[in-house]
């Protein structure tokens, strides 16, 4: 699915892209104007004359790979559930290894771009209900800060998954991207049932009849009929069944070859 870009208002004032940059470049621009120079001063003037220099990005580390894929949806337990073999899983991680090594600095920035833009919201939105109206056209800049930041990172975040999966089948292509997307809509549903799909009234239908099983378990109470007949229908399913089956017998050796390629 296209996703479209938040637009940006005049008055939106978002954190620089480039994080590596000396303080000097503040310094020289101030003395610039204060001498009545206001020629052309950019960026890649001062670090062409040597008054700055561009810190170079940090590596990629391995906590950073195992979290961007999870993030993008490429955890081990998702991958075992979508059939994936550990031989797979490695070439996998390499992938996205690959691909992250050139971006990760990007993913670090709109981390942070996140995190502002979400402080500058919160305390923007505490403002204007405490009575503060005149902070209503901040607060609507903030938001759509907070929507760029959000898509930035979600940027990257595909990005990882589009060249992660780029050896997969086809089929293993659609099957993580429907989990995917049954975890983002937080129903806490194992991952198997994750594997079919469902109209959101069957997902809350399905949500409600585990809880009541579970809760029927601990009580030592017989579950409700309706409830369980949802859960058989539901276990029936020939996705779910497959994927419950793959992650019984592979997740271990998944798990495995997932930590060994992102680095223990």
Do not use: C
């Amino acid at each position: 699915m296209m996703r479209t870009r938040p637009a940006l208002t005049d008055r939106q004032e978002f954190p620089p892209r480039r994080r590596g940059y000396s303080a000097a470049i503040i310094v020289a621009t101030t003395a610039a104007l204060a001498a009545g120079t206001f020629g052309v001063l950019s960026t890649a003037n001062l670090m062409s004359s040597g008054i700055v220099s561009q810190k170079p990005a940090l590596p990629l580390a391995s906590l950073e790979l195992k979290g961007a894929l999870a993030r993008a949806g490429l955890d081990p337990e998702a991958l075992a559930a979508a059939g994936v073999a550990p031989e797979g899983v490695t070439t996998l991680v390499g992938l996205a290894r690959t691909y992250l090594v050139d971006h990760i600095q990007d993913l670090r920035d709109a981390d942070s771009d996140f995190i502002v833009a979400r402080q500058e919201v919160d305390r923007l939105e505490r403002a204007v209900t405490g009575g503060a109206s005149d902070q209503a056209a901040a607060l609507a800049t903030a938001r759509g800060n907070l929507s760029a930041a959000a898509f930035s990172r979600q940027d990257v975040l595909d990005g990882t998954y589009a060249a992660a999966t780029a050896g997969l089948t086809e089929g293993q292509v659609a099957l993580l991207s429907r989990m995917k997307t049954g975890r983002a809509g937080r129903w806490g549903l194992p991952i198997e049932f994750l594997a079919a799909t469902r109209s959101e009234p069957e997902q809350v239908a399905l949500r409600n009849a585990l809880a009541n099983e579970r809760i029927s378990s601990q009580l030592g109470q017989d579950p409700d009929g309706a409830d369980q007949q949802v859960l058989t229908l539901a276990r029936a399913d020939a996705a779910v069944a497959a994927a419950k089956s793959a992650v019984e017998s592979s997740k271990d050796a998944v798990t495995a070859a997932w930590m060994a390629a992102a680095g223990q």
